[in-house]
């Protein structure tokens, strides 16, 4: 108790652009560092908008993905509590785990940007950009990841397979989930802007080879980025990942896998 006390009574000013980033990351920090340990009741709404300086519902916006990464957990009645120093639980979303998504994507999410490159009609095209240029300019998390997350159902809405825009409807729930623990705890928005511009573009030129090799190349950045979060939890045996997979799906090949 007297740890937290001692953190609430340090005050920090935030921002007003990206403030809730900067309160989850700040309580965050304070998490893994133990500051809040393991069981600790976090202080109410009212208590942390008066520490940062901020309004009620920014708080609440940065406690939201404290719990969607598994940071915490709000108990009714009761409060909130600190339930985990890492957002292990969460490498993956939902019904589908991390190791899920990463064998599925390269399957369905290559060919699709290939054949979206082919196919695509200049209404969809257009959509695809103005997406881009809006998370290019997004600086909420939640609102980029639930932007990230329909910029790749649009590509697999534009490769004219039925059964692919199925698939990646399917799981958008758990690219959300993964994406924003990416983001939060790896930073990569900027890269994966530059990505998805790269596979934009190649669309764009109706080029299926290029959009093939950007979209693998995302892919593979993003299976980079949960391996690394898994090895410094110490988790990567438990989750049996592999950058590189002999596996049956050719889609999954990139000349990093020579």
Known sequence: MQDMDSWLSEKKEIG??????????????AIVSRKLALGTR???????????????????????????L????????????????????????GPYSARDLMEARPCIEIPAAGWAAL??????????ASLCDRMDEEEDVQTWVRMDAEFHGEIAGASGNTIFRKVVADVRGALSTQSELVEHVR????????EHRRILEAIAAGSEGDA???????????KRSIIGIADE??????YD???????GCAADRTQDDE
């Not at 990942?241 to 596996?247: D, G, T």
């Open 187 to 194: 930073g990569r928005r900027k890269a994966s802007n530059a």
């Open 241 to 247: 990942f592999k950058l590189h997979p002999k596996s």
């Open 42 to 68: 976090l202080p109410a709404e009212v208590q942390l908008a008066e520490r940062y300086g901020i309004s009620r519902a920014i708080v609440r916006e940065a406690l939201r993905s404290l719990q969607t």
């Open 233 to 238: 939890r110490g988790l990567r045996r438990r």
């Open 16 to 29: 007003r652009r990206n403030a809730a980033e900067a309160v989850f990351e700040d309580i965050r920090t």
């Open 70 to 93: 598994g940071f915490t957990q709000t108990r009714t009645g009761r409060g909130t509590f600190v339930v985990s120093e890492s957002p292990a639980r969460q490498l993956g979303g």
């Open 212 to 222: 093939r090799t950007a979209m693998a190349e995302h892919l593979l950045e993003v």
């Open 119 to 128: 196919r695509r009609s200049n209404e969809q095209l257009a959509s695809l």
